[in-house]
């Protein structure tokens, strides 16, 4: 089994330091350790686990879609072989800003998809194929962070994505300035309290989002930019303060807000370095569903904005926690292309920051949207998500392949903002 020895060692691990002292007091004789430095359509339309629609018997669905695409880059030969193609532009800032971590040969990333629950996984893997190495989660606020698909997802090898929303499991939404705000022995900061204890208590490491696509319209009720950034340093600081250190915290915005200078600007939602670990966008390339102006539009151009956003923050880590494209109705087959573009892009010259990418397979059925991403929808554009799965350059097994390692001593670091904690290494892949 891949990973069964280290989630034992790991739950004793993150159990025995949840007893020292939290991470705002030092450890006498120890040491910080530091990082090294190494027009499109209303984005983000909520599911229907997410308006407060009556669940699903099963599982809640996943969550919600974001934007964009064409141009053809030239295939590229797989990392350290062929010289790759370049990438949109070979500008000097495209093709030199990242740190050298990210421009080693041989590069991979973490592949994935949505896994809400242990059939959706296992019918995911065998579209693919293979195993998937990361799932990507949904929770409301009141639900429990993990539930048994998640501990068999742990316990299976695969890494957990999970995206906690500021919304009630009946629909009604959290603002986030109560978030901020909340005092010990409030509702609110027990429910962060808790949510702590469950990320700490897992013993594994996990990449955690909390409010996905805050500036998209399906959270504008939620509050604004600075709600936000204030209620996910809270957060954190709770977190830190519970003794949770495998936590990795990504995130997540829709790639238009990188584009925009109004109130839903990324820049205005962004919490600061010292909160994020990665920077991620949902990138969809809708063409013309529901937008019968909209234009086809590649992964490089969807993407673009969020790129250049990750160059003026070379030590984090980009990643892709949604994306897809839609089918060309007049043009069968051009969503396989879009998807062999895809591949292509990520390995060019400009992308060394992408660590992860985790597509979008589902249908937004709500009323105003209807649009298919499913890849499994056409057999050509599985077979072309199928290709890049199986791509030795997307087989990152886990968490210490994309970057993200931990030392042990990492533990007893005085804060967050002193030290960036780095996952745990996991074993070799397994059958299952």
Known sequence: MRRTGFVALATMVAIAFSAFPSAAEPVPGWEAVPEATAPVPGWGPDPEWESGAAEPAVEPEA????????????????????????????????????????????????????????????????ELGQPLEAVRVFKRWDEPVFNE?????????????????????????????????????????????????????????VYF???????????????????????????????????VRLARYVWTVTPVAFDRTDHTSAELFYPGDDYVDHIAADAYNFYNCSNPEGKWLSLAEVIEGHRRFGLRHPDKGLMLLEWGSVEDPAQPGRRAEWLADATR???????????????WDARNLDEEWACDFDYASTSDALAAWREMGSHSAFGAEGPCEIGDCVRMTDFFAPSRQAMRSRPVRRGGRRAR
């Open 63 to 126: 969550a919600e879609p974001g934007t964009a695409e064409p141009e053809t880059v030239e295939p590229t030969a797989e990392p350290g072989t062929a010289e790759p193609v370049p990438g949109p532009e070979s500008s000097p800032e495209t093709a030199g800003s990242a740190p050298e971590p990210f421009r080693v040969q041989g590069r991979k990333l973490m592949f994935g998809a949505v896994g809400q629950y242990r059939e959706e996984i296992l019918g995911r893997e065998q």
């Open 149 to 205: 698909h998640q501990v068999w997802a742990r316990d299976t090898g695969h890494t957990i994505f999970v995206s906690v929303k500021s919304r009630r499991k009946d629909g009604s939404d959290i603002r986030w300035r109560d978030i901020a705000d909340a005092q010990p022995g409030s509702e609110l900061h027990s429910d962060i309290v808790r949510q702590a204890q469950e990320l700490r208590d897992f013993g594994a490491v």
């Open 209 to 243: 989002t909390f409010n996905h696509e805050p500036e998209a319209k399906g959270s504008r009720a939620m509050g604004e930019g600075a709600d936000f950034v204030d209620a996910w340093r809270k957060i954190v600081d709770v977190h830190w303060a519970q003794g």
């Open 345 to 359: 892009t990520l390995l060019s010259p400009g992308y060394e920051q992408y660590r992860a990418v985790l597509a």
